[in-house]
Nanobody, 114 residues
């Protein structure tokens, strides 16, 4: 099982980014896929989740209405579309898969700053 995140970078407040998580060794539609983040000096926190099958989604209150998790079964990839970004969204973002064993990607840095 491998998870490879990409799409992070530097963005101004109010801007948008789309993170990608390319999976191999399993199918994302059969796993519980999540995004977590960890800011410097803070504990890791859960951000968003998409369930297996029909793909019900849920979000942390801090990102609800601004972030959207989705998946492309044909590409075996999960996405996190982030809009209206704030400086407090700055963190390393991690993709996770529960199959039910839990796997983590290496993370991608998102920095929101003017």
């Amino acid at each position: 099982v491998q998870l490879v995140e990409s799409g992070g970078g530097l963005v101004q407040p109010g801007g948008s980014l789309r993170l990608s998580c390319a999976a191999s060794g399993f199918t994302v539609s059969s796993a519980l896929m999540s995004w977590h983040r960890q800011a410097a000096g803070k504990e890791r926190e859960w951000v968003a989740i998409i369930a297996r099958g029909i793909g019900i989604t849920n979000y942390a209150d801090s990102v609800k209405g601004r972030f959207t998790i989705s998946r492309d079964n044909a590409k075996n990839t999960v996405y996190l579309q982030m809009s209206s970004l704030k400086p407090e969204d700055t963190a390393v973002y991690y993709c996770t898969a529960s199959t039910p064993d839990t796997y983590w990607g290496q993370g991608t840095q998102v920095t929101v700053s003017s």
